[in-house]
Structures are given as C-alpha cells and as structure tokens.
C-alpha cells in the first residue's frame, strides 16, 4: 500500500493552510548545508547528494521524503536535520520538547503541532528550540565541528525547532528517510498519528 493510501486510512482531515515552514539540512565533515528553495542538493567536495521529496495527502499532514546518497566508495557519518518555525510568529506562540514522546511540539493560534523525522527508521537523536535570531547567526550549535546542537528545551515567542539524526550511510548507496508535520487541536490524536508514521518506517 502506498503512503499516499496509507495516511488516508489513518485520517480524513480537510485541507488546510501550511502554517509550519519545513527546511531540511545535512551535517557532514563539520559542517551544515540547508536546502532552501530547492528539492535537491549535491555536495561535490563530500561526496553526497540529499533529495526532498514532499506529499500532503489531501489532509493535515505534511510529509517529506528523504534520500541520502554516498557517491563515494568509502561509509559517510552524516547527520540529517530538520528545521521547523512558523511563517508569522508572536510572542504568544511556545514551542517546547517533550522528553517523554521525543518529538517537538508548536503552540499557536489555538493549534498544535507535532514535528518528527527519522533516517533508516532510526528517530532517535538530538532536539532543541532556540530564539530565531540563534538559528540564523549560527549560535544553535554547542560544537559544530562535531556536530552537536545547543540543548535548549523551549521557547516562547518567534521560535525555531532543530532535529539531528545521525546515519552512515555505505559507499555507493542511497539511505531513506522522512519527516512529518501533524496538526489538530487534540494533543491525544496528535500522539497516536505520530506513532503509526513511526511504525511505518520501521
């Protein structure tokens, strides 16, 4: 069954406005590269190529393919992130981790958000929320030579939300992943969706 099927099954949910901008990047040899107004980018110096392939199933979910390739003919140790924030923030949105569930959580306009991801089924890895203003000077990592973000649990206000899940990926192979982003009122449904895309990339 395809994931186009597979999501409708789940859920039935009118179309609704993308309120929750997606960017997804790739951490490697030190460094992060961002896909920002394209599907595709290849990385000629490292060897690798990340390829974003994005559904929204008619619903209220958004979710997004990913590939990883290594054109090289030795394994890559990679990182893939996600980037999550809202296109017109307020000081009355709060974004915040859930350390129990391991997913981030997006506060706004009476809404809830669930955002999520995985690589090679693998959903483990490192969450934080920083200020915007953090994000785009560089200041959400602790280490970026070894790849380690800058744990901060919540934010209130204009806010950005990072994931980082680490991969190697083999020489002259390609590697799957995704991300997803739910929306609904109840905090429960949001739980339970979540879970069933997790069961689905195992």
Known sequence: MGMDMYVKNIVDF?????????QIGIWVDGKAFWLKSVNEKILIEQGISLQIKKDHFHSKI???GIYLTNHMSKDRDVQILFMHQHKEATKDHFSFISPSENVIYHLANNKVYLVNGEIGGR???QRTVQPYWNFYN???????????LQYRPMVK???VSLMSIGAKIPPKKTIKGSSWVIMDERK???ERLNKLFIKKTD
């Open 157 to 159: 206000g204009a806010a």
């Open 14 to 22: 009118p179309l609704v406005k993308q309120e929750l901008i997606t």
């Open 188 to 190: 429960l449904e949001l």
């Open 138 to 148: 560089d200041l959400c990592w602790r280490n970026l030579d070894k790849g380690i």
């Open 62 to 64: 958004y979710y997004y």
């Open 123 to 125: 959903v483990e890895g």
